[in-house]
Every structure is written in structure tokens, then in C-alpha cells.
């Protein structure tokens, strides 16, 4: 008996509280009444939904974060990659651009003279203070002999003495064996440039005190011999020393051609 009764109150107030809450939304669906009610309950459960779903929000910011970090490595490593290329690259077109003005150079040259030339590049190089020598990629076959003039897009390098039907073997005129005629263009006087095994240097030596020479006069072949053709460029006096005892004059001259860096020469061959 006692259940039943339970169980009937039970019953009761669940109905009346179905009932009520029927009531509840009724009214404020007509009059918005619990409107604030709602506003605050709502405040005061953000924190709450906040906590609740903090660890799916840091999850995902950390595949995210984690996510962003490896592309931007990657990113960063395939910029690096292409950087390279790009940089292989521009050296190329830079080492392409200097060649191409060095071979206008050679050809401004050689129609700026009146004897047939032949454009050669260098095979091999063999420089030091007791030999100055250079190997080209012309020889016999192509016309190359003994004795001719060899120049570049500045001035005399040297003459052939060596010759093979693919190659030849050119001295400089700085090394010590080699010796060339030369006169000075401001004042015509003549002398004999030696080679001192630097390619930065000849010497002109035994000149009379007496002599009409400058620091920075021009130097040119004279043509004497008949080696080398006149009025080649050959070098620039940079400095002037005096034996006052001997009365005789030394001079120091820088040669006009890049005896260590022409890659691509002329050799003149004299018209007949």
C-alpha cells in the first residue's frame, strides 16, 4: 500500500513539473521574459564550455602548429634548393656575358689591323719564374707557324715557337728568355723590352740618362726585327731608375695584355 502511494507522488510531481515547464516556455516564447535569465545562465557556463573543450582546441592547434612548422621546413629547404640553381645559373650567364665581351673585344681587334689573324683559346698554362708559356688550340693545320705574333683584345702576349697541327706553344713576352723590340710613342725613343718571369712586369735596361722617358709613357712594338708588327700596344713604364755612376737609365714597365687571365688570343699571321 505504502509503494503504491510512492509511486502515485512520484507520478504527481512529475506531471506537475512537466506542466510547469510547459507554462515556463509558453510564456517566454510569448512575453521574452527569461531572456537576461538565459544570458546569464549562459555567462556563467563559458568557462565551463571553455574547459571542456580545451583539449580538442589544443589538440588541433598542435597538428596545426606541428603541421605548419614541417611545410614551412620544407618550403624553406626547397627555396634554399632552387636559390642554388638559380645562383649555378646566374654565374653561368655571368662567365657567358664576360666571354662574349672578350670575343667582340678580339673581334673589335682584329678588324682594327690590317694583318689576317686566327682566333685560339688557351689549352694549357705554364707560368712561373723561369718559363712563361701558354698552349693554344690552333696549330699547323689552321695555318699557325714559327714566329708569328700572338695578341689579345689588349696588347702583345707573346710569339709562337712551338708548333703541332692541333696546338701551339706560345712564349710571353715576360719570360725571362724572351726579349722585344719596342719605342716609346711620345717620345719615338727605341729600346728592348726582357721579360722578368712575372707577368706583371718587363724591363727595359741600359737606357741613356739622357733619354726622353715618363712614368705611364705608352710602349709599342717597333717592328724592328720583323718578329712582331709595329705599333702593337706592348706595356706602360711604371717606374724609372738611375745608375748615376754607369749614366744609364732602368725602366719598369707594366705589359698591356692579361698575360694571366686572356682566355681566347689572335694570332697575327704578316701579310707576304
Known amino acids: 500500500m505504502k509503494t503504491i502511494i510512492e509511486v502515485r507522488g512520484a507520478t504527481l510531481q512529475a ?14 516564447h510569448r512575453f521574452q521574459h527569461l531572456e537576461i535569465v538565459r544570458t546569464n545562465i549562459s555567462l556563467a557556463l563559458s568557462p565551463l564550455r571553455y574547459l571542456v573543450s580545451l583539449p580538442a582546441t589544443g589538440g588541433n592547434w598542435l597538428n596545426d602548429w606541428f603541421t605548419s612548422h614541417t611545410e614551412l621546413l620544407e618550403e624553406n629547404e626547397s627555396l634554399k634548393a632552387e636559390g642554388r640553381i638559380l645562383s649555378a ?91 722585344i723590340p719596342v719605342q716609346f710613342i711620345r717620345s719615338g725613343t727605341r729600346s728592348v723590352a726582357f721579360g722578368r718571369g712575372s707577368t706583371r712586369q718587363l724591363e727595359l735596361r741600359y737606357l741613356p740618362a739622357t733619354a726622353d722617358i715618363m712614368v705611364d709613357d705608352e710602349l709599342v712594338t717597333s717592328g724592328l726585327g720583323g718578329r712582331f708588327p709595329p705599333d702593337y700596344p706592348v706595356a706602360r713604364v711604371t717606374a724609372i731608375s738611375e745608375d748615376k755612376v754607369r749614366g744609364f737609365v732602368s725602366v719598369l714597365a707594366e705589359p698591356k695584355a692579361r698575360l694571366d687571365s686572356s682566355r681566347e688570343v689572335l694570332v697575327i699571321k704578316p701579310r707576304q
Open 15 to 28: 506531471l506537475f513539473l512537466i506542466g510547469f515547464c510547459i507554462a515556463m516556455m509558453v510564456v517566454d
Open 89 to 179: 645559373r646566374l654565374q653561368k650567364l655571368e662567365i657567358l656575358a664576360e666571354e662574349n665581351a672578350r670575343l667582340r673585344n678580339l673581334l673589335g681587334s682584329s678588324r682594327k689591323i690590317a694583318d689576317e689573324v686566327i682566333v685560339a683559346e688557351l689549352l694549357s698554362v705554364d707560368q712561373n719564374p723561369y718559363s712563361q708559356l701558354i698552349e693554344i688550340n690552333k696549330g699547323s693545320s689552321d695555318g699557325v707557324e714559327m714566329g708569328h705574333a700572338v695578341i689579345d683584345d689588349f696588347g702583345i702576349m707573346g710569339q709562337v715557337i712551338h708548333v703541332n697541327p692541333q696546338s701551339a706553344t706560345i712564349i710571353l713576352i715576360s719570360d725571362p728568355e724572351h726579349a
